[in-house]
C-alpha cells in the first residue's frame, strides 16, 4: 500500500511554516513574499515534499514551477513594490499599486475574455468558449481553482480575487443547453483552473446529463488537468478518488472516450509512485491520458527533458500530445523562449524518441486566430524565414496551408512575426479582421 501524504496548502499568508522554506536565507523568503503580492502563489505539501529538489532548490524547476522568484518581476515593478512596503504604506494604497502592477503584465492573452463566448437566443453565455468548430469549451463554476499554481499560468488573474479578470464560468444547464442545439460540436473541454478540484458527484452532475442519447455527437470529453502533478492523491486516496474513478468507467461504458488532458513540464513530476499509480488508476478507468505543456524557460527549456518526459509518458501509458510555446502574459519574460529556439529543442528532443512519442505536435503557439505550429526554419535566394502552419484556426479553411514569416531570432509569438518574401499579409490575416474585429 502507498504512503499518502495529506493535503495541505501553501499560500503568501503561511508558506513561512514551511520546514524547508524556514532553511532558507530571510531576504529571499523576504522577496518571495513580495513578489507573491502581484502573482497568484500556491504550493502544497505533495509538491513541497515529493516533488521539490530542496538540496538544489535555487535551479530546480519543480521549485520554480509554483515557488515566486525575483525575477519574475521587472527591476522596476520589484523595486516600487519594495520602495512601498518599506515605507510602510497602507493596506489600501498597496492593493492599489499592486492592481496596477498586474495590469501591466498583459492579464487576457489572445482575447480570453471577449472572443469565442458563444450564444443562445442572443444572451452571451459566459463560462463558454467555442472557437474551433468541433471543440467546446466549458468552464464549470467550481473548477476555477488548482492544487498548486504555476508560476507561469496564463489564466493567473483568475486566482488574484480582482475584480473582472476571472473568466466567467457557468453551469451544467447552460452547457449542455448550448451543446444540445450544437451537432457539430464532437468533443468537449472541461477546463478551468482544474475541474479536478471539483468533488466527484459536482463533476457527474455535469458530465452524465451528455451520456444521453441527445448528445450522440459528443465522442470525446476531455478534462484538462495538472491533478497528476499537483495531487496524485486525487485518484488514490482523496476521500471521493473512488468515484471520480468510477464516474470516468461510467463515461467509456457508454461509448464515449473520457479524455484525460494532463499537464506535465518537467520528467522530474512523473518519478513519484504517487503520479505512477494514479496514472495507472486512470488508465484502469477505461480514460486515455494525452500530455502537454508550454516550453518554458528555467523549466524545461532543454531537449534531454522532453525526449525523457515523452519516453517516461509512453512507458506509463500516456499519449504526448501538445508542445506549447508560452503566452505573453505575468511573468513571461522569466519563461520566455525564441520560436527558434523552441523549434531547434522540439526538432532534438523528436529525433531522440521512437515513433511512440512521436505524436506529439509542436511547438504551437494558441494565439487568436489559431494553434500555429512552428514547421521549420529555411532560407530561399538568402531570404532566411520560418515555415508556419494552422493546426487549428479560427476558420477551418485556413488549417494546413503552409505560410511563411520573415526568420527573426528574438520572437517568441506570432505577434513579433511579419509575413516573408515583402508580402504585406498573412494570407489569413484579412479575413481574421472579419471575423473578429481586431486590426490584422
Ligand atoms: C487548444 C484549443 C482547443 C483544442 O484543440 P485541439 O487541437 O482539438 O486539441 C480548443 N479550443 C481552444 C480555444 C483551444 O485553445
Ligand atoms: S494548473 Fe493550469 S490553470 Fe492551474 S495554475 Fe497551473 S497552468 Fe494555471
New binding site residues.
Given amino acids: 500500500m502507498l504512503k499518502t501524504t495529506e493535503y495541505k496548502a501553501y499560500t503568501a499568508g503561511n508558506f513561512r511554516l514551511i520546514p524547508q522554506i524556514q532553511k532558507l536565507p530571510e531576504f529571499l523568503i523576504r522577496e518571495m513574499e513580495l513578489v507573491a503580492q502581484v502573482l497568484p502563489f500556491k504550493s502544497n505539501s505533495y509538491v513541497v515534499n515529493e516533488l521539490v529538489d530542496w538540496q538544489n532548490f535555487q535551479n530546480d524547476p519543480i521549485f520554480r514551477l509554483t515557488f515566486p522568484n525575483r525575477e519574475m518581476l521587472s527591476d522596476e515593478h520589484f523595486n516600487i513594490l519594495r520602495r512601498a512596503i518599506a515605507s510602510g504604506v497602507e493596506k489600501s494604497k498597496l492593493k492599489g499599486l499592486v492592481n496596477r502592477i498586474r495590469l501591466e503584465l498583459n492579464p487576457h492573452p489572445a482575447g480570453q475574455m471577449e472572443l469565442n463566448i458563444p450564444e443562445i437566443n442572443g444572451k452571451k453565455l459566459h463560462g463558454i468558449q467555442h472557437k474551433y468548430r468541433e471543440t467546446v469549451l466549458f468552464f464549470p463554476s467550481q473548477g476555477q481553482s488548482?492544487h498548486?499554481?504555476?508560476t507561469?499560468?496564463?489564466?493567473?488573474p483568475?486566482?488574484t480575487g480582482m475584480e473582472g479578470m476571472k473568466i466567467a464560468s457557468a453551469e451544467a444547464e447552460t452547457l449542455t443547453a448550448y451543446l444540445r442545439s450544437h451537432k457539430e460540436v464532437t468533443n468537449l473541454l472541461l477546463t478551468?483552473?482544474?475541474p479536478m478540484v471539483m468533488s466527484a458527484s459536482l463533476l457527474d452532475r455535469i458530465i452524465s446529463p451528455l451520456l444521453n442519447s441527445d448528445f450522440e455527437h459528443i465522442q470525446t470529453i476531455r478534462i484538462g488537468s495538472?491533478s497528476l502533478s499537483?495531487w496524485p492523491y486525487r485518484f488514490i486516496s482523496d476521500r471521493d478518488a473512488a468515484d471520480m474513478l468510477h464516474l470516468f468507467e461510467k463515461v467509456s461504458k457508454s461509448g464515449k472516450q473520457l479524455s484525460f488532458m494532463a499537464?506535465f513540464n518537467n520528467p522530474a513530476e512523473l518519478k513519484t509512485k504517487a503520479v505512477k499509480q494514479a496514472i495507472k488508476l486512470i488508465r484502469s478507468a477505461g480514460a486515455e491520458i494525452r500530455t502537454q505543456s508550454p516550453i518554458l524557460k528555467n523549466i524545461n527549456d532543454s531537449a534531454n527533458d522532453w525526449a525523457s518526459m515523452w519516453r517516461q509518458q509512453v512507458r506509463l501509458g500516456c499519449i504526448p500530445y501538445y508542445m506549447f510555446m508560452g503566452r505573453d502574459t505575468g511573468a513571461k519574460k522569466y519563461f520566455d523562449v525564441s520560436i527558434e529556439s523552441a523549434y531547434k529543442i522540439f526538432r532534438e528532443a523528436y529525433s531522440k524518441v521512437s515513433g511512440m512519442s512521436r505524436t506529439v505536435r509542436g511547438p504551437v503557439m494558441s494565439a487568436s486566430p489559431g494553434k500555429v505550429h512552428i514547421l521549420g526554419i529555411n532560407e530561399i535566394g538568402g531570404e532566411k524565414f520560418f515555415i508556419l502552419q494552422f493546426i487549428q484556426g479560427r476558420d477551418p479553411a485556413w488549417v494546413r496551408k503552409p505560410f511563411f514569416a520573415k526568420y527573426d531570432p528574438a520572437a517568441s509569438w506570432l505577434s513579433d512575426l511579419v509575413p516573408a518574401f515583402g508580402k504585406e499579409k498573412f494570407f489569413w490575416q484579412d479575413e481574421f479582421n472579419k471575423l473578429t474585429g481586431i486590426p490584422a
Fill in positions: 488548482c498548486a499554481y504555476c507561469f499560468c496564463f489564466r493567473w483568475q486566482f478551468g483552473g482544474d495538472k499537483y499537464h
